[in-house]
């Protein structure tokens, strides 16, 4: 039985590391399995921990006490899209010059000149995801 987050709940995913604090990532998703998939491939990560917001609304709550490492925004949000939030996530504290990357399930969504330094395609790439993540939280 697959477990799914339900809407409006915040869904806090957190691989504890022995040592360090996790960097935090934050991502915008409101499809449940899209949220287990990046779940499981933050469990090959125990340095990073997954907070997740179904919504912008709640992207812009969490973002008030939240300082992640990266964001990752879906691009078709129930109530906004993602190249519209991230401006206003980026008007956080905190929050200027974050790595964006856009997820979508819309490999030719343009990215340039929206903020986002890259797209992530729908369905992932688990091992490009990973090597991804790697890279653009230790920048």
Known sequence: MLCRP???DVVEFAVQR???EPKVVLYVEDDPVNVLL???IFEQRPGLSLVVALD???ALEIASTLRPSLLLLDMRLPDCNGADLLPMLQRQPGYTGLNAVAVTAEPHHPVARTGFCELWAKPLNIAHTLAR???LVAS
Do not use: I, P
């Open 6 to 8: 339900a809407l409006g």
């Open 18 to 20: 022995e040592s360090a």
């Open 38 to 40: 990046m779940q499981a």
């Open 56 to 58: 912008g609304q709640q």
């Open 133 to 135: 993540l790697d890279q």
